[in-house]
């Protein structure tokens, strides 16, 4: 028994429990399904196929509490532009390499939804072998990178469908998660803003010491958390409500006003904006599906029809 692993005795234990609510075992299997106990009663005397459905690459009408996937971009660069208005625009340009849902994770197996997204391409001496196992039993290509996002029951798609960028709309914001550039060993008028020793008088080979860090002999330590000289950056971080400007279909890149974290050439990861959602109306659910000889012009976010600049009587 002590040869055995764990993960095979839970396994065991899960099939033993859930009896006949999976019509057949999928441990190798790339088809995905969402099982359904309810169904088990409806239609069909129970026991039967009803108790599985697949997973279909369909439109659906996006709930006030659905949640969708996000996206993994690249990190291109930032430029300039300008609006109609003639006012300077400052750009980041992300590009949404190839994203493909990798694996679906349902309640039923793993306790939680969410899609399990990868993108841009890596040969296989690249990735190591359980890496290389778990492509191919989703039957999806080899990924560079790979991302989990959590979304609702009602958002989930099959494995293989092609994330673009048209699943964001222009004029929506979103939230973009990625990892600071890293300085190195920084100082602390450089970490967090310290204003330094005096630069003549008073000071002598100190002009960028921190000063004092503590008290005397009570407590006689310094306390947690003290802003000191440390590695700075490197660091996960989110930038909230960041507005999509444009978008360019055609080369499948996202046009962001304003920074993100990272370096060009990283990977960041775009969702939905949590504190300004956008019109659930305008919003492709579960995601866009693109359709045969459909223009791919350049989408630009709709500035209104008052010129800012003008001033009012």
């Not at 979304?151 to 293989?160: F, I, K, M, Q």
């Not at 590695?231 to 304003?258: C, E, F, S």
């Amino acid at each position: 028994m002590a040869a055995v692993s764990r993960g095979l005795i839970a396994r065991l234990r899960h099939l033993s429990l859930a009896g006949p609510r999976l019509a057949h075992c999928r441990l190798f299997s790339s088809e995905p399904l969402v099982s359904y106990p309810e169904d088990d009663d409806v239609g069909g005397g129970g026991g039967g196929e009803g108790g599985g459905r697949i997973i279909e690459a369909r439109a659906g009408v996006m709930g006030p509490e659905s949640r969708r996937t996000g996206v993994i971009g690249v990190k291109c660069g930032m430029s300039a532009t300008w609006d109609k208005w003639g006012a300077k625009v400052p750009i980041t340009v992300l590009w949404v390499d190839d994203n493909v849902v990798c694996q679906v994770k349902t309640a039923e197996k793993e306790g939680f939804f969410a899609l399990q997204l990868g993108a841009g391409q890596k040969k296989e001496k690249h990735l190591t072998k359980p890496e290389v196992g778990h492509f191919r039993a989703q039957g999806v290509p080899l990924k560079r990178k790979l991302r989990e996002f959590p979304v609702t029951e009602d958002a989930l798609l099959p494995v293989g469908t092609t994330i673009k960028v048209r699943h964001f709309v222009p004029g929506q914001f979103v939230d973009v998660t990625g990892i600071t550039k890293g300085k190195g060993f920084a100082g602390g008028m450089k970490r967090h803003g310290f204003s330094g020793m005096p630069a003549s008088h008073g000071a002598s080979l100190s002009h960028r010491s921190i000063g004092s860090t503590g008290q005397r002999d009570a407590p006689g330590r310094v306390f947690k958390n003290r802003k000191m000289p440390g590695r700075m950056g490197g660091v996960q971080r989110t930038v909230k409500n960041v507005w999509v400007y444009q978008i360019d279909p055609a080369r499948n890149l996202l046009y962001l006003k304003g920074q993100v974290p990272g370096p060009q050439g990283s990977f960041l990861f775009v969702k939905d904006s949590i504190y300004k959602k956008p019109d659930t109306t305008l919003l492709p659910f579960p995601t866009y599906f693109s359709q045969e000889g459909e223009s791919e012009e350049l989408l630009i976010a709709d500035l209104g029809d008052v010129d800012p600049f003008m001033v009012a009587d």
